[in-house]
């Protein structure tokens, strides 16, 4: 396979420009091609001279990440299928709320997830390995290019654990700021909870948004469901983060996943006004995603609103998440999972 392009910032463009023996105002062109306009092959680059392009054609491809599925739904969701260099698949969703001009794309940080969840699709598949700097890149480029729209908004939710793979986490949301133009108050990256991932973000106060994945303050019921609890019990991981939001001066997301009769009653909602009492931070509650790989169940109406109301009470900002891509594979794992011929059990 030839070199890709896709994820080189200007500076490693000219070099690989000079070499082909082309100005620094033809990497400019390619650079632009690339993280402005969305070109989806170099001829769509018709401001560089036909001879070069056949020049790139040649001995370059602008993404050797494909895309491999795409579905979209009745209220505009999408869920991309990406099938990397090694054969490996990943996924990304593309959202887009009512009233509102953000286009979210929610991406992947690794090919599966070791984490094992039980409520979660992704877990199902099991571990690959983690994506590089440039895979992660592609995810938005690819995006991108097949809409023609432009992303305004990153969250690291797909597969994935990023705080286990931020060696390319961290240089990739560099790209995003610099090359996608995607500024740091528009990317989240979201955590089950990697103490010694949070302490590295503390230190390098990081500004993008942190969300954790709490989904229940309770350490039996959290346990049962999120084996990262043995590990990190989710009252170090609070203490953690209140540390950060010390030196970032950013609020954490809590993100609550209400899934019915498991985390969803008026206890657990009190349970969890105690725990983030201290903690500057948004709470985002998240209606469960129903899949056929998981017998999880959506809550009902009024158990969600009783939770809301009881940590309104409590002064913190809640949203509920609208729900998305409900006649879709659009919870994360599930497109990957209908290619996977081991992931049902
Ligand atoms: S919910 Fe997130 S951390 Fe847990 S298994 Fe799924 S992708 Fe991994």
Do not use: W
């Amino acid at each position: 396979m030839a070199n890709s392009l896709v994820g080189k910032n200007l500076e490693e463009m000219r070099e690989i420009v000079a070499q082909l023996g082309g100005s620094n105002f033809r990497a400019t062109q390619i650079y632009n091609g690339i993280y402005l306009k969305s070109c989806k092959s170099f001829d769509e680059m018709t401001d560089l001279p036909k001879a070069f392009r056949e020049q790139l054609n040649e001995q370059y491809v602008l993404s050797d990440v494909i895309l491999k599925d795409k579905q979209v739904s009745s209220d505009g969701t999408m869920k991309f299928l990406f099938e990397l260099s090694d054969g490996n698949l990943t996924e990304a969703v593309l959202m887009r709320f009512d009233n509102r001009a953000n286009l979210t794309a929610c991406i992947s940080s690794q090919v599966g997830c070791p984490m094992g969840c039980a409520f979660c699709a992704t877990a199902k598949l099991g571990f690959k390995r983690s994506l590089k700097t440039d895979e992660i890149l592609k995810q938005i480029y690819l995006i991108q290019a097949d809409t023609g729209l432009k992303v305004t908004n990153i969250v690291f939710m797909g597969q994935g654990e990023p705080l286990l793979n931020l060696d390319n986490v961290l240089p990739a949301i560099d790209r995003l700021r610099e090359d996608f133009k995607i500024g740091s108050r528009r990317i989240t990256v979201s955590t089950c909870g990697i103490i010694p991932g949070i302490r590295k973000l503390a230190e390098i106060k990081f500004q993008p948004t942190v969300a954790i994945s709490l989904h229940s303050p309770n350490h039996e019921v959290r346990k049962s469901v999120m084996p990262v609890e043995t590990k990190y019990p989710i009252k170090d991981v609070i203490d953690e983060l209140r540390k950060l939001t010390v030196v970032t001066g950013r609020r954490v997301t809590i993100e609550y996943i209400l899934i019915k009769g498991l985390n969803d009653s008026p206890k657990e909602a009190k349970e969890l006004c105690e725990l983030i009492s201290k903690l500057k931070c948004n709470v985002n509650l998240i209606l469960y995603n129903e899949n056929e790989y998981c017998s999880y169940k959506k809550p009902d109406r009024n158990a969600v609103l009783k939770f809301k109301c009881i940590v309104e009470a409590s002064g913190k900002k809640v949203t509920v998440r609208l729900e998305r891509g409900a006649d879709i594979d659009a919870a994360c794992g599930q497109l990957s999972s209908k290619y996977s011929e081991n992931s049902k059990k």
